[in-house]
């Protein structure tokens, strides 16, 4: 990674509640090799056309446009990033934008391993992977694909070869609640970090049954068999509240992506595969950024668009998305998640 760059008094993505934005979650694509039921339906999903989703040279484009306003940390994402073909050549011209300090990638971790050299040499060191259950069947259930084995491997070998591993685990009713306590054993040996989500209304159709687990029956499931539970330090920026079981060498967390009690200290901003910018998940697309570059915008006028953006950012999740009614729930893999 270069090193970071000097700051000088430049436009910065500062909210009108004071939340400054140096962390853009970037989609690379809309598309997906897996079906999970709360992201996108089994079937009939409407990709995005080739023409429409921004091209490498756009992506980067827009990436230098946000590190010049104080971006200094890109998560990756889709949609599943590495169904992208060309995604590795983009990660290492990225690694070297300027002012960027770090990039991490979020995947469902069926295609990583082939990838694992590469990543290394990148410089990402930091990989999220959604794992909803440690059990073959369940995970088909949830996935709709047979994929757990290959998935549980790439873990490994993705720690083995040095990487920091988060799981990504989102806790239902009726799909994977056996899974909590196992999922909290596994971090006795392992040096990975588990975090549990609450489920989103972003899968991509007409119906969306509110969550029963919150992040207090998380929480209060997991206390029941683990009493004593060391509270981690976290950045104030942090989404999960963080926890250990004493002696192990894991660690859990628990994100209330439901209940939104993290918006104050947001400082996430989206990119969507098809240039749609929000400024919140739950919000509306607040302008599209692939349209104004092919409309022959200057990287001053793409600046202008985005701290108008933020400018009118709302000040959490419940505000967002009462601004805002769409046809039917959008699917994760639009958003960027
Ligand atoms: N395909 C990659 C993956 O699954 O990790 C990256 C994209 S996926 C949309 C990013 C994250 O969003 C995953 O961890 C997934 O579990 C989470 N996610 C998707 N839909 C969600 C929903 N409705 N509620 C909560 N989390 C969701
Ligand atoms: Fe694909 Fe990730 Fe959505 Fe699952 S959560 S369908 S892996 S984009």
């Given amino acids: 990674m270069p090193t970071p760059k ?22 690379v694509t809309d598309r997906c090799n897996f079906r999970c039921y709360y992201c996108m339906p089994e079937e ?3 990709f995005a ?22 971006v200094n940390k890109i998560r990756i994402t889709g949609g599943e990033p590495f169904v992208r073909a060309g995604i590795i050549p983009f990660l290492r011209k ?42 073959r069947e369940r995970f088909f259930k949830i996935t709709r694909r047979d994929k757990f084995e290959d998935v549980y491997a790439s873990i490994f070998q993705l720690i083995d070869s040095g990487f920091d591993i988060k799981l990504n685990c989102v806790v239902a009713e009726n799909k994977n609640i056996q899974d909590i306590l196992p999922f909290v054993e596994l971090t006795k040996d392992h ?7 609450e489920e ?14 919150s992040h207090r029956e998380i929480y209060r499931h997991i206390q029941d068999q683990y009493p004593v539970l060391e509270k981690l330090q976290s950045e104030p920026t942090s989404t999960s509240v963080n926890y250990q079981v004493p002696g192990y060498k894991g660690s859990f967390g628990i994100i209330p992506s439901f209940s939104r009690t993290f918006c104050g ?52 999740g419940f505000a967002a998305e009462a601004s805002y009614t769409p046809s039917k729930h959008e699917s994760m893999s639009v958003l960027g998640g």
């Fill in 6 to 27: 000097p700051q000088m008094s430049k436009s910065q993505l500062i909210d009108k509640y004071g939340r400054q934005l140096t962390y853009l979650r970037l989609s």
């Fill in 44 to 46: 009939g999903m409407d």
């Fill in 49 to 70: 056309a080739r023409q429409e989703l921004l091209s490498f040279e756009e992506l980067y484009r827009l990436s230098a446009v946000f590190c010049d306003l104080g």
């Fill in 94 to 135: 990225l690694s070297k934008l300027p002012g960027l300090e770090e990039i991490t990638v979020t995947s469902n971790g069926s295609l990583t391993k082939p990838q694992i050299e590469a990543l290394q040499e990148i410089g990402i060191r930091k990989i999220n992977i959604s794992l909803d259950s440690l059990d």
């Fill in 191 to 197: 040096a990975l970090a588990v975090r549990f989500l």
């Fill in 200 to 213: 989103m209304p972003f899968n991509g159709s007409d119906t969306f049954q509110l969550p029963q687990w």
């Fill in 265 to 316: 200290t947001c400082n996430r901003i989206r990119l969507g595969a098809t240039g749609e910018l929000r400024t919140c998940l739950y919000g509306p697309p607040v302008t599209n950024l692939r349209d104004l570059i092919r409309l022959g915008a200057s990287s001053e006028q793409v600046e202008q668009a985005i701290l108008g953006a933020v400018s009118n950012r709302e000040k959490d």
